[in-house]
């Protein structure tokens, strides 16, 4: 799957009790480009968690282009959210 749309740091979907609070990189998927919506990275099922990691990570704001596997999840509290295991993540063309 493709996605694109820009980079953002934002809080993280409560998965355990008590709610561990913090904050995950995620893609907000361009409007008119396919999905739309909220997409949580994540690594080897992991929420990503550095913007710099790995190197070369197109920096929280940029516009990126993502291939990868997507996965709908419920929380704690039974709320969905999506998280997207990349392959690829690069600057894309405005």
Request: aromatic share 6%; charged share 15%.
């Amino acid at each position: 799957m493709i996605l694109q749309g820009r980079v953002l740091l934002v809080p993280n979907p409560c998965t355990t009790r008590p709610c561990l609070p913090g904050m995950a990189l995620a893609i907000r998927a361009a409007s008119g480009f396919g999905e739309q919506g909220l997409w949580y990275l994540v690594r080897d099922g992991a929420f990503i968690t550095d913007p710099e990691s790995p190197p070369g990570t197109p920096p929280v704001g940029a516009l990126v282009q993502a291939t990868g596997e997507a996965h709908t999840h419920l929380d704690v509290n039974g709320d969905p959210y999506t998280t997207f295991e990349t392959d690829t993540l690069s600057p894309a063309n405005p």
